[in-house]
């Protein structure tokens, strides 16, 4: 295993959002209350030396933060900058930041990251410039200063970003969403380009005795081609990180 190329992945909660759960699983769980965090995920080179400084998304500007939100969440919530802060970082240090995709909860802080260049997929930048009346989550004016600054790299293609970190298009939750997947020492690890939790990609057995290996996500574009681009992550990756499970709320590091 080459150390150069590995990575460790820090997930920092920057917002929180509370509804019902069946905005999350497909046909499951509706009128079940539910709690997710919003997370930024900075990736952290374990090799010696000076590498980039990379997150995964930026999270929301104003994060809400309460005891009753992060008791229900199980981990603290941060402002951007003090999230960084734990790890010596502010965010102009910021060299390059991945986007999933661009809901406003996953690119809110951009325009505070003046030094870095940002990985976005072009149908991404498609939507959020002419969003379709049902998805209320894009807004061009968290990417309005980095785009005029010419700071976004267009992805068309699955593609490697730096050795150990690489995208794949991964259709799901939106049209344009980007699947991070990042060597680490206990394995590949993916970052879900699709807003998910653990109980997406392991169903309860009433979902798997119907012979389904995944739930879609409650928004998506299609649920077929969200079922099938969620099973495909699920092999390509031995540490799989849904972009909104709790259970990394008070995780300091993976792995």
Not at 160 to 170: F, N
Not at 205 to 233: F, H, W
């Amino acid at each position: 295993m080459n150390e150069q190329a590995l990575w460790r992945i820090h997930p920092i909660v920057v917002g929180s959002k509370v509804f019902d759960q069946g905005m999350m699983t497909y046909q499951h769980a509706h009128g079940s209350p539910y709690a997710i965090p919003i997370y930024v995920w900075y990736l952290e080179p374990l090799a010696p030396g000076s590498q980039p400084k990379v997150l995964v998304d930026t999270g929301e500007m104003s994060p809400v933060q309460s005891e009753d939100r992060e008791k229900a969440i199980g981990g603290r919530i941060y402002t951007f900058e003090d999230g960084l802060a734990q790890f010596g970082l502010k965010p102009e240090d910021i060299d390059i930041v991945i986007h999933t995709h661009l809901h406003n909860d996953h690119c809110e802080n951009d325009f505070k990251c003046v030094n870095a260049v940002f990985y976005a997929h072009a149908k991404e930048l498609e939507r959020i410039h002419d969003p379709h009346p049902l998805d209320y989550r894009y807004n061009e004016e968290f990417i309005e200063e980095v785009e005029e600054a010419g700071k976004i790299q267009v992805v068309t293609e699955d593609r490697e970003i730096l050795p150990g970190i690489s995208v794949i298009h991964t259709p799901a939750h939106t049209e344009g969403g980007l699947t991070v997947l990042i060597d680490t020492s206990a394995g590949r690890a993916a970052i879900t380009g699709f807003c998910v939790i653990d109980e997406n990609l392991h169903p309860p057995k009433s979902v798997t005795a119907m012979e389904m290996e995944v739930i879609p996500p409650g928004t998506n574009i299609n649920p077929c081609l969200a079922y099938d681009q969620m099973v495909r992550v699920k092999g390509l990756a031995d540490i799989l990180l849904p972009l909104h499970e709790p259970r990394y709320a008070g995780v300091a590091s993976i792995p």
